[in-house]
Every structure is written in structure tokens, then in C-alpha cells.
């Protein structure tokens, strides 16, 4: 019976010093999952499908060859696109994609096109795009380039 006991505590104590060491995840703890959208062509325009866009607009913008390095890709903090009509158009004045090359784009739309509030407002979307024959192919892409 005391054995019984002594294994009790020592139990508790374990998950309690374990619950203490690692914490409870917090509000900074949560991670976001990022969308994943369809791609068209609107003339010489990319165009990705924007669900739900209410005033949702991009702040930031990566549009890297898909053999880039992750460490080396480059982006465009608060760019002059626009979501207009569930649709975020790339022109290719903005950024000249080419045939035969595969690219992987990264984006954050938020309300207002404002870099404020919290991340649960922001939507992050990351999608793969092939160029084949002049027109846009969703590509899948690796774990590691998410």
C-alpha cells in the first residue's frame, strides 16, 4: 500500500516538473497553417484564386525560381497588387515568369492590406506554379519548401 502511494506521487511530481519545464503552449505558441490556392491565366497575367477575400489584401509577396535556396529567396514587403474580384493578379510588369520554369510563390494577404493586428488575422498562402507553353500549372511541393 505505501509502495502503491510512493508510486503516486512520484508520478505526479514527474508530469507536474515536465508540465512546468515545457510549459502549456501559448498564444505565441500556435502556428498558422498556410492555404494553398488554384492558379489561372488572365492574359499575359498569373492570376491565384483568393476565397473569402472581404478586404483582404498582400503585404508581402516572394515569387522565387523553385531552385532558390530558401535561405536566398527574396521577397517585396508591402507590394502594389490587389485582390480584385476573389483574385490576385501577378502582371508581368510586377514579375516576368518563364516558360519551362517552375516557381514557388509566397504571400500573406491581411484585412486592409494593414501589417497589423494579429496573426490569426493574416492568411498565408505558399503554392508551387509550373510555366508550360504559356500558361500556369499548379506544381506539389516538397515539406522542406513550404
Do not use: W
Amino acid at each position: 500500500m505505501k509502495t502503491e502511494i510512493c508510486k503516486t506521487i512520484r508520478t505526479v511530481a514527474v508530469l507536474a516538473g515536465l508540465v512546468m519545464l515545457t510549459g502549456c503552449p501559448g498564444y505565441g505558441d500556435i502556428m498558422v497553417p498556410s492555404e494553398s490556392t488554384s492558379v489561372s491565366m488572365k492574359g499575359e497575367e498569373v492570376c491565384f484564386f483568393v476565397a473569402n477575400p472581404k478586404n483582404y489584401q498582400p503585404i508581402f509577396i516572394a515569387i522565387n525560381p523553385r531552385e532558390i535556396p530558401i535561405k536566398e529567396r527574396s521577397f517585396i514587403d508591402k507590394p502594389r497588387l490587389f485582390v480584385v474580384k476573389d483574385q490576385l493578379c501577378i502582371p508581368s510588369s510586377f514579375y516576368k515568369f518563364e516558360d519551362g520554369k517552375q516557381y514557388v510563390i509566397d504571400y500573406v494577404l491581411s484585412p486592409n492590406g494593414l501589417d497589423a493586428g494579429d496573426k490569426f488575422t493574416k492568411r498565408s498562402v505558399i503554392v508551387g506554379v509550373e510555366m508550360a507553353s504559356g500558361r500556369a500549372h499548379l506544381i506539389k511541393l516538397n515539406n522542406d519548401e513550404y
